[in-house]
C-alpha cells in the first residue's frame, strides 16, 4: 500500500468514525470505545467477513477483546447507520464495509458455497440506467447463483 492509499485510509476510517458519533447521537445511543473499535477493525477488513472472523481479527491482531454478543449488537447499529452491508449467502450471513466501497456484484457456488466478488462495468451501467417506476433506487446487491470451476471439475470426475 502506498502512502497515498494509507492516507487514504485513515481519511476514511475517521470520515465513518464522524458518522458513527453522529448517528450515535442522533439515536440516543451511547459512544462506547467498543463499538469504535468494532468500526475501525471493520474498515481495516477488505472484503467480506462474518461475526467469527470478526472476533478473532479483533482478539488476535487488534489485542481488543470484545464479546459476541457486542460485536452483534455493534454490527445491527453500524447497519443501521449504513456503514456495514449484511449479505445472506446461503446459510451464513457475511458482512462488508459499506462507506466508499465500490459497486460489485457477487458470484456463489452451490455446491462449495464459495463466495467471489466481479465487476462488470455493462451490468454496472444496464443497473444505473434501469429505471423502476415509483421507486427510488439508493443501492443494489447483485449475487448470481451457480457452480466454479473446481466444483464443476470435481463433478466431472466423479461421473467417469
Known amino acids: 500500500m502506498t502512502q497515498n492509499d494509507e492516507g487514504m485510509e485513515e481519511n476514511i476510517r475517521e470520515k465513518v468514525k464522524q458518522i458513527l458519533t453522529d448517528y450515535l447521537q442522533k439515536n440516543g445511543h451511547r459512544k462506547t470505545p467498543e463499538r469504535y473499535a468494532i468500526l475501525d477493525t471493520i474498515y481495516t477488513i477488505k472484503g467480506h467477513f ?8 479483533m482478539a488476535e ?18 447497519i443501521d ?3 456495514v452491508i449484511k449479505h445472506q449467502f ?5 458482512y462488508e464495509r459499506s462507506y466508499n466501497n465500490e459497486t460489485h456484484h457477487h458470484i456463489i457456488c452451490t455446491m462449495c458455497g464459495k463466495v467471489s466478488e466481479f465487476e462488470d462495468e455493462n451490468l454496472k451501467q444496464a443497473i444505473v440506467d434501469t429505471k423502476v417506476k415509483g421507486f427510488h433506487v439508493s443501492h443494489y446487491s447483485l449475487y448470481i447463483y ?13 461421473k467417469t
Open 90 to 94: 446461503g446459510n451464513t450471513s457475511q
Open 146 to 158: 451457480g457452480v466454479c470451476n473446481k466444483c464443476m471439475s470435481m463433478k466431472r470426475r466423479k
Open 81 to 83: 447507520a449504513g456503514l
Open 50 to 57: 462474518d461475526i467469527d472472523m470478526l472476533y478473532s481479527y
Open 61 to 78: 491482531k487488534e489485542k481488543f477483546r470484545v464479546s459476541r454478543a457486542t460485536l452483534y449488537n455493534t454490527i445491527v447499529l453500524l
